[in-house]
């Protein structure tokens, strides 16, 4: 490594957020493999002493951003580094390649890329960046979750945290996630992930962003669905309306605006109620039943036929 390489403060980059982007997250394990902070460029922009590895895809940044950096390192010219994800030929690429200290490349076709430009650019590569994930093991319970886009209603987590913990079985909880419109992975969504980590003793998984098949799936194999929210289940729910059709038990919390026939302990268990989880007969049953209600009362034809009609009627 150059000099250059050894003297670096941070390692810098664009996005920062590890669960959205890959390359914050090989920015991420390669500051703490050099012992050195993970700086965004915007912050770094604003403080001249850093010294940096610079590891970008400039395709990703905003134009602003992007006009920003390319004054930032006309400014200092050989007083950073710079780790290449991409290379598309812009002029502004071109300027942060010809004024950085050593340029490294992250595969073969981008160091050749370089190499008429920087004749003494490194080729390197990426390592995986998977990190010590522990091998999800068979559990007598399994408990699927999602729907993180909101705060976490932390006493129902640990409500049920405590019943899974008294029946004396093995457990593990998955959790998914949709993002909404607008809505993005951001810190807060780590601190609620965490705090759920927190709340069932690390027993957690996190599935990312699941497509049918998988959420279907989920489902079929899953002891329960926990779905909390912040005054009740309502009949417009669709996860937990899926999770009934498939006869997968769910364990909410219901009011009186809760769908008819949503009744604890016979369809659903309303966690406020609960003072032990059911064996798996009784779950069995209870999945069951809701199967029967969300396909008797709640399904697409029951809806269909109560549509129809009444925007087909011919007003007098």
């Not at 799936?217 to 309306?241: I, M, P, Q, S, Y």
Request: net charge negative; glycine share 6%; with cysteine.
């Amino acid at each position: 490594m150059s000099a250059g390489m050894r003297s670096i403060s941070c390692v810098a980059g664009y996005h920062l957020n590890p669960w959205t982007c890959g390359i914050a997250k090989f920015n991420q394990i390669l500051a703490q493999r050099l012992d050195v902070p993970v700086v965004g460029i915007q912050q770094l922009l604003k403080d001249a002493t850093h010294r940096p590895l610079l590891s970008v895809k400039l395709s990703e940044f905003a134009p602003l951003h992007a006009e920003m950096l390319d004054a930032w390192t006309g400014e200092r010219a050989g007083r950073y580094d710079l780790f290449l994800h991409a290379f598309d030929g812009s002029s502004i690429e071109r300027r942060l390649v010809a004024n950085a200290q050593t340029v490294f490349c992250g595969n073969r076709e981008l160091y050749e890329t370089m190499l008429p430009m920087r004749p003494d650019t490194i080729e390197l590569f990426c390592p995986g960046l998977i990190r010590n994930q522990p091998r999800v093991k068979p559990t007598d319970l399994q408990v699927f979750t999602f729907g993180m886009a909101h705060k976490v209603r932390v006493s129902y987590y640990r409500k049920l945290r405590d019943l899974l913990e008294a029946t004396g079985q093995s457990y593990k909880v998955f959790v998914s996630t949709a993002l909404h419109e607008g809505t993005s992975f951001d810190d807060s969504f780590v601190i609620r992930f965490e705090e759920l980590q927190e709340i069932f003793n690390g027993q957690v998984y996190f599935m990312g962003y699941l497509s049918d098949t998988a959420v279907f799936n989920h489902l079929l194999d899953a002891t329960l669905l926990a779905a909390f929210f912040e005054k009740g289940l309502r009949a417009n729910n669709t996860t937990v309306n899926a999770a009934m059709e498939c006869g997968c038990p769910v364990i909410t919390n219901l009011d009186k605006f809760s769908p008819a026939g949503f009744e604890h302990n016979r369809t659903v268990l309303d966690i406020s109620c609960t003072e032990r989880l059911p064996g798996v007969d009784r779950l069995a049953a209870i999945g069951q039943a809701a199967h029967d209600v969300a396909h008797s009362r709640y399904g697409w034809d029951q809806l269909v036929a109560q549509i129809r009609p009444a925007c087909s009627e011919v007003p007098s």
